[in-house]
């Protein structure tokens, strides 16, 4: 096995699961986070915007979820916190929590698997 850090590599793994994470990301809050929160929370004005500056913080959030991707317990220790702090507060229902949960798990499990395939190819060498 050759141990020398491939600097080429590694960029092209990190862009490509980056991708992978922003697509994830903007599907399971179009189609499940987004319209549940507006619904769970329909008295608040304006909950759950999507603008340029929130879509900019999303963006800022993904590049720290693809660094992370290396370490399951590190979005179990942000990730799980966060959705059980918003079911304990009642701004989410269990449901909600249990589907964001698992999608965010596979997310970040098929980004681990896209990782290793690429890193095991001769095509991205130097």
Do not use: C
């Not at 960029?11 to 499940?32: C, D, K, P």
């Not at 008295?43 to 991707?69: C, R, Y």
């Not at 304990?88 to 970040?108: H, K, P, R, Y």
Request: charged share 10%; no cysteine; net charge neutral.
């Amino acid at each position: 096995m050759n141990s020398e850090f491939n600097l080429r590599k590694f960029i092209i793994v990190t862009l490509i699961v980056s991708i992978w994470v922003n697509v994830s990301e903007v599907f399971r809050y179009f189609a499940i986070v987004m319209p549940a929160i507006r619904k769970f929370l329909v008295s608040v004005p304006n909950v759950a915007p999507m603008n340029w500056g929130v879509f900019s913080l999303w963006g800022l959030w993904d590049t720290v979820l693809t660094i992370m991707i290396a370490s399951t317990a590190s979005w179990t220790f942000l990730f799980v916190l966060f959705w059980v702090a918003m079911f304990n507060m009642a701004l989410s229902s269990s449901t909600l929590a249990l589907i964001a949960l698992s999608l965010a798990w596979i997310e970040v499990f098929v980004a681990s698997f896209i990782s290793s395939k690429i890193f095991a190819k001769d095509w991205v060498e130097s």
